[in-house]
Each structure stands twice: as structure tokens, then as C-alpha cells.
């Protein structure tokens, strides 16, 4: 589904991401984890077209090119982004931002719009899963949310837009525990064989709800260790320290 | 759009009419230029009564001794008045389109965006023959609810000739014909305009709206409304249309005034679309107006809700004179200013009763190498007891070429007003923009988006349907004004 090749990028005169190799293959769910400033969050305004400055590489999307497409061309073409921090837009209804995504991508696909009240039931059943007071809908796009409330607004988007491909970033930060199994329920609804997931994260705990087939650290823009869901614990138990004594290349 | 295909449009639309509302003028046009002979021929084509003559007069020789105003934060070339016509018959059917096939099709893609109706279409954009034939028979229905709720709403003209003691007794009292400038030339030359009447405890029945679209076809250049809500009455008046209006004629200098009584209230709401002119100005309207109303009646409401995206130039500070006390004044205004466009607008409140309050909320949106200004009066005077004032203004910058300014004067001579006045400029924000687009949105939709977000406390004024329009207006203004 998704594949990344040696991708580099460099702002001013930083390296950001050095040589960056990544399949995920349609159903897949996928964890980066990687110190602060390793790179991450670059990595998904990468995949989302955020940044479209790279000095090497390529990314293709079910065999797209997406260094072709716009941000808006990705999205409807399925991938979503869960913003590590969601942004606010004053006098925007949340309700209204959140329809305008839906039918944008309903138009892509050649579908009708979907009336005001269809839509309503549709986010009222989402809202109920994600455990979202209906007020939400009425309230200026992230404005005066709390953090783990703007989070779950961002799941809540996700249901809705129903992606092939989403990347959480720190999804799971900010949340208490309840939220964090409301959210990760909210993920794995979605969850199919057609469907795949990059999770980024700093604790493996969200990684017991998602369970991921593969785990990946990133370090100074580069991807030094790969193994299976086991590799976060590891992490956990012994430092991102751990890592880069154990794969030498990785400090270069 | 280059200027060839400017001139092309405007000589295809002609938005003056013919059928229906004034029959009783000859097909002629004066030749161009002002003087007392002028004012006084245009009064005998009009059939005044000597009163109304004699005003018009009166207001020529105040103009005569006046100079235009320069302070405006406009640049513009200045007007030859002289080379102006101040008399002008509608246009034959012959030199209308016949149909819509005639007209600009960039005309009609903006309409088609809008989603203005097929008939309206046509009305707009001066289509001979049947849009006359439909919009009549409209006319007709709304004249006969209004009739019946005792509402006197029709031309100015019509109200010379059907209600001369009304005219006479309120035209001028709230815009003297000395005023200013503009005012000034506007009574003495001024072509026609609406005229509403609500009595005594009387709530206007309709919003005047799709009538006013229909009626405002007639109105020309120097165009003059009055509306009067006596004593316990309420009226919705919507002005403009937000379908582009084209206009030969470059400067429109008009003036509205309002009265409201005791208790009554008037909720004055305008969308203003008239063509800005090209990306480099060229050919775009002047837009100058005087717009005030005065609440003579304790308790009186005078609310002004605004949408200004058209015009080249646009000067206009719609005012309210609280006289009476506990009378509320309100002014609510979206400008936005796109590729040469320069907008100077604001409002004045005079506060002079007891207990006085107004609310300002601007909303200023440049793009381009748009210039948009917001002007601002309060003046509370020394009898205004507990005056109270709230405003705000706030500006919205889309690149780096545009410009917002704001210029709030206050003036307080009682020492128990209360005055706020709160100030913002922002810009849109990349990842405002990247967020939207995330989500599916094109560059286009999100900006726009976030402009009407910007707007919103002012939209929320505006009575539903028009609240609509005005929001895809905004979008489609604003197109091009990204990347
Ligand atoms: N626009 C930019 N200009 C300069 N430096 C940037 C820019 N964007 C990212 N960086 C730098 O790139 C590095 C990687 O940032 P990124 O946000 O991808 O880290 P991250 O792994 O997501 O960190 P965190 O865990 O704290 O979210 C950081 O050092 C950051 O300061
Ligand atoms: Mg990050």
C-alpha cells in the first residue's frame, strides 16, 4: 500500500530524514517509535504532503506517486492524518468542517453528497462509540478543547473519512487510560484486511490495543531497528540507549 | 479578465428597467454636465412637486461651495462631474440580450455558483422580455401582503408622488442635504431609490428582499432610501444582492437614511457585490455612501449589518444618532478587499440620549494587493448618561501585499460612559490551510472556510438565506487570492 524509498529530507542545512526505507502492506498496522526530534512527525508531513521538499526519494501509494499529489489529492485518495497537535479554527463548526471532508471526498469518488440528516446519524453513532458530547459538533474546530479531547476529535474525523491509510502521531499522548481504550476501540473499528495503520508513538502501552505487526525506531532520520510488536517493550524496558549501543551504524 | 471583455459585459448587461415600476418616462437621455437648469429639467421630468424642486436646489448650491473629501485612506483619479448624465432613460428592449445565451459565461458561472435561480438569472443579468414578465407578477403578490399589513413599500419616486407629506416631513432630517460631499450631490440629483413605511405597531410581515432585488433595477447612480418605523414597529430591509452587478456608471454616490420611533426597531442588512474592476482596478465601481439612521423614540434599535465585497473603491460609515433614551445602535461589518481593491469603512455612533449603547464588530479580510480600512466614531455627548460602547475590530491579512488599517476615534464628553474597543490583525495560518486540506478540502474551500470562520459573528446577523449567499460570496471573491 504504502512504500517508502531512501527518502531524505533536509531543512536549511539539517538532515531531518536520512535514508528512510518503509512498506506497509494493506492491512497492516505499523509502529514508529524514536526519541523527541528524531523525526517523526516529519516523517507523516512527508506521507501526508505537508513537506514536499526532499532532496532523494520516493513515496508511492497504491502504486501513485505521491510526490504528484497535493495534500487535498492524498486525503481523498485515503490517507489520513491524526495531528500530534490538532489545530484550531475559530468560528468554524466543527460539525461543518467535518461535512465539508466528507462530502469532499464523496465527490472524489463520484458520490451524491450526503444530506444534513443522513450525515447527522452517521457522526451521532461515531460520537456515541468515541464517548463525544454532541456539543462538540457545535463548538469552533478544536477551540477551547481540552488535549485529549482535541484527540478524540481527530479519531472521531477518522471514522468518518474512513482512510485506507492512517497515521496516528502521538495519538495516544495526553490520553488517561479510559480515553486511550475509547480511542484505540475507535481505530479498531475501522481495522480490515484493506486498511492499514501508522502508529506513532512514545509508550507501548497504546501498542496492547493496536497490536502491531511490526515496530520500527527511529533515530536521528533514520529507521535503525525493525522487528515485531516485542520490540516495544524492549524499548521500554531498556532506553532508546539500548538501541544505538546495539546497531553502531545508527549513531554515523 | 482584461478590459476588452470588461467593456464586452457591461455593454451586454443593463440593469436599469423599464416595464412595471416607472412608466412615465420618454425615452431620452440629458447630455452630460450639472448646472441649476439641469436640476430643475430633472425635477419637471419627474414630475416633483415645487417643495421637492426647491430642495434639490438648495442642495446644488451647498454642494457647489463644498470640496470632495481627500482623508478617505483611498487613492482614486478624480471624477469629472461634469462629464457625468444625470438624466438617463431606460434602454430599449432592443439593446438588451435576448437570452442567456447572449450573456458573459463568466457572468453566468458566477451565478450558477451562487445558485441563483434561471429567472433570476436573467433579471440580473438584463435579459429583455419574459424575466421582466416574471418578476412583475412577483412584485405583485409581496405589494398586496405588504398593502394589507398597512406597509407602504415603493419607489422613491412613487413616494414623491403618493406620499409627498411623508417625503417632506422625513427626507433630509437625519442626512441634511449639506451633510457632505457626496450627500450633497446626491439631493440635489438624485434618480430614485426605496421608500418604506412601517406604522404604529406594525411587524412587517416579510423581510424586503426578493422585492428589493427586483425593485432595485430602476434605481441609478445617485440612488436615496428612507425608511420610517413609527412607534412600536419592526422592519427587515435587504439591500444588495450578492450576484456580481455590473454598471456602466463608475461612481454611485447614495444616501439611506432611517427613523425609528419609540420601540421600534430596524435591522438594515446590505450585501454589497457591485464589480471591483479588473486584477488592476480598472473600470471598477466608486462606491460612496451616506447611510444614517437616528432613533428618535426611547428604546429605538437601529442595527446595520454589512457585506462588502465589491467596488473598486468603497466609502461608507453607516451611523447611527441614539437620541432618545436607552436606544441601542448596532453595526456588524464584513469588508473584504481583493487584488486593487481599496475599502474605507467604518460607522460613527453618536450617543446623545440616557443609556445609551452601541456594539461595533468589524471584520476587515484583505487579499491581494487589497487596502481595507476601518474608521470608527464613538462620540458620547455630555447629557449621554451611562453610555455604553463595545468594539471590536478585526483583520484578516492573506499574503503580503495587502493592507489593514484602523483608525478608531472616540470622543467621550460624559464622565460615566464606558467605552472598549479591542483590536486584532491576523494572518491565515499555513497550518490552519494544511489542516483543511488534510481533510480532503482544496485550497480554495479552505481558505474560505476559515475567511467565513473569521466572519462568523457577523454572518449570524444576517437573516438566513442572505447569511448563505454571502458565505459563497465570500469564497468566490476570494478566489485566485491563493498560492
Ligand atoms: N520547519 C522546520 N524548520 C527547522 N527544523 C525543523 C522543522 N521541522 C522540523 N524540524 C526539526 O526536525 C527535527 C524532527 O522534528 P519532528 O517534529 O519530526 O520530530 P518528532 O520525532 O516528531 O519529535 P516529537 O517526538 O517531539 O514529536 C527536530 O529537530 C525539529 O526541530
Ligand atoms: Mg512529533
Known amino acids: 500500500m504504502l512504500s517508502i524509498n531512501d527518502l531524505c529530507v533536509q531543512i536549511e542545512d539539517k538532515k531531518i530524514l536520512d535514508g528512510i526505507n518503509l512498506d506497509v502492506a494493506a492491512g497492516e498496522v505499523h509502529a514508529v517509535m524514536g526519541p523527541n526530534g528524531s523525526g517523526k512527525s516529519t516523517l507523516a508531513n512527508v506521507i501526508t504532503g505537508k513537506l514536499d521538499n526532499l532532496t532523494q526519494g520516493r513515496i508511492t501509494f497504491n502504486g501513485m506517486d505521491l510526490l504528484d499529489l497535493d495534500p487535498e489529492e492524498r486525503a481523498r485518495e485515503g490517507i489520513f492524518l491524526a495531528f500530534q497537535h490538532p489545530i484550531e479554527i475559530p468560528g468554524v463548526n466543527n460539525i ?8 469532499a471526498l464523496r465527490r472524489h469518488r463520484g458520490e451524491s453528497e450526503l444530506d444534513a440528516i443522513d450525515f447527522l446519524a452517521i457522526v451521532r453513532e461515531k460520537m456515541k462509540l468515541l464517548q463525544i458530547n454532541e456539543s462538540f459538533l457545535y463548538r469552533s474546530v478544536n477551540e477551547g478543547f481540552s488535549g485529549g479531547e482535541k484527540k478524540r476529535n481527530e479519531i472521531l474525523q477518522m471514522m468518518m473519512l474512513e482512510p485506507k491509510l492512517t497515521v496516528l502521531d502521538e495519538t495516544d499522548s495526553g490520553l488517561d487510560i479510559d480515553a486511550l481504550k475509547i480511542v484505540s476501540r475507535g481505530v479498531n473499528s475501522l481495522a480490515d ?23 520500527h525506531v527511529l533515530i536521528g532520520g533514520r529507521i535503525v531497528r525493525s522487528g515485531g510488536k516485542d520490540l516495544a517493550h524492549e524499548l521500554e524496558k531498556y532506553g532508546y540507549t539500548w538501541v544505538i549501543e546495539d546497531t553502531p551504524a545508527a549513531v554515523a | 479578465m482584461n478590459q476588452s471583455t470588461a467593456t464586452d459585459i457591461s455593454g451586454f448587461v443593463n440593469r436599469e428597467y423599464k416595464e412595471g415600476f416607472v412608466t412615465d418616462i420618454e425615452s431620452e437621455t440629458f447630455p452630460p454636465g450639472l448646472d441649476e437648469d439641469v436640476i430643475i429639467a430633472l425635477s419637471a421630468k419627474k414630475n416633483e412637486p415645487e417643495f421637492m424642486r426647491d430642495w434639490r436646489l438648495k442642495a446644488y448650491a451647498r454642494w457647489k461651495k463644498m470640496t470632495e473629501p481627500v482623508w478617505a485612506h483611498v487613492n482614486y483619479t478624480p471624477i469629472d462631474y461634469q462629464s457625468i448624465s444625470y438624466y438617463s432613460a431606460p434602454k430599449s428592449d432592443a439593446d438588451r440580450p435576448k437570452s442567456l445565451d447572449e450573456v458573459d459565461p463568466k457572468l453566468l458561472e458566477t451565478y450558477e455558483k451562487l445558485g441563483i435561480p434561471l429567472s433570476e438569472q436573467k433579471m440580473l443579468a438584463g435579459v429583455a ?6 418578476s412583475v407578477s412577483v412584485a405583485t403578490t409581496f405589494k398586496k401582503t405588504l398593502a394589507d399589513a398597512g406597509v407602504i413599500f415603493c419607489s422613491f419616486s412613487e413616494a414623491v408622488q403618493e406620499h409627498p407629506e411623508l417625503v417632506q416631513k422625513y427626507l433630509g432630517s437625519v442626512v441634511p442635504s449639506g451633510d457632505n460631499y457626496f450627500a450633497a450631490l446626491n439631493s440635489a440629483v438624485f434618480s430614485d431609490g426605496s421608500f418604506v413605511y412601517v406604522p404604529k405597531g406594525v411587524r412587517c410581515p416579510m423581510e424586503l428582499s426578493t422585492y428589493f432585488r427586483i425593485n432595485a433595477m430602476n434605481t441609478g447612480q445617485f440612488e436615496r432610501t428612507l425608511i420610517v418605523a413609527e412607534e412600536g414597529s419592526y422592519v427587515s430591509y435587504l439591500e444588495g444582492c450578492t450576484a456580481p452587478m455590473r454598471d456602466e456608471n463608475q461612481l454611485h454616490a447614495a444616501v439611506v437614511e432611517l427613523i ?3 420601540d421600534a426597531e430596524i435591522k438594515y442588512s446590505t450585501v454589497q457585490n457591485w464589480y471591483p474592476g479588473d486584477e488592476e482596478g480598472r473600470g471598477g465601481i466608486y462606491n460612496f455612501v451616506t447611510k444614517r439612521g437616528a432613533c428618535r423614540g426611547e428604546n429605538a434599535k437601529i442595527s446595520w449589518t454589512q457585506v462588502e ?6 466609502w461608507k460609515y453607516p451611523s447611527v444618532m441614539l437620541e432618545a433614551d436607552n436606544s441601542i445602535g448596532e453595526f456588524y461589518s464584513v469588508a473584504l478587499t481583493n487584488n486593487c481593491q481599496q475599502a474605507d469603512t467604518g460607522t460613527k ?3 446623545i440620549g440616557q443609556n445609551t449603547s452601541s456594539t461595533i464588530i468589524s471584520k476587515g479580510v484583505s487579499a491581494g494587493r487589497g487596502q481595507n480600512s476601518y474608521r470608527g466614531l464613538v462620540r458620547i455627548l455630555k447629557g449621554a448618561e451611562n453610555a455604553r460602547n463595545y468594539s471590536q475590530c478585526d483583520s484578516l491579512l492573506m499574503g503580503d501585499r495587502c493592507g489593514a ?14 467605552v472598549e474597543h479591542e483590536a486584532t490583525t491576523s494572518r491565515i495560518s499555513e497550518d490552519q490551510m494544511f489542516y483543511c486540506r488534510q481533510r480532503g478540502l482544496s485550497e480554495e474551500d479552505s481558505v474560505s472556510m476559515i475567511v467565513n470562520g473569521f466572519c462568523k459573528e457577523v454572518f449570524k446577523e444576517l437573516p438566513m438565506e442572505f447569511a448563505v449567499e454571502a458565505q459563497k460570496l465570500l469564497g468566490i471573491s476570494l478566489e485566485g487570492a491563493v498560492g
Open chain 2, 129 to 134: 422580455v419574459d424575466a421582466v414578465f416574471d
Open chain 2, 349 to 351: 455612533m453618536v450617543h
Open chain 2, 309 to 314: 465585497t465589491g467596488s473598486a473603491i468603497t
Open chain 1, 96 to 103: 461543518y468542517l467535518i461535512k465539508a471532508a466528507v462530502n
Open chain 2, 260 to 262: 425609528a420611533f419609540k
Open chain 2, 405 to 418: 488599517h484602523t483608525f478608531p476615534y472616540i470622543e467621550v464628553k460624559n464622565p460615566t460612559a464606558k
Open chain 1, 193 to 215: 484486511a484493506g486498511r492499514s495503520t501508522v502508529i506513532i508513538t512514545h509508550f507501548p502501552r497504546i501498542l496492547e490495543y493496536i497490536v502491531p505487526d511490526h515496530v
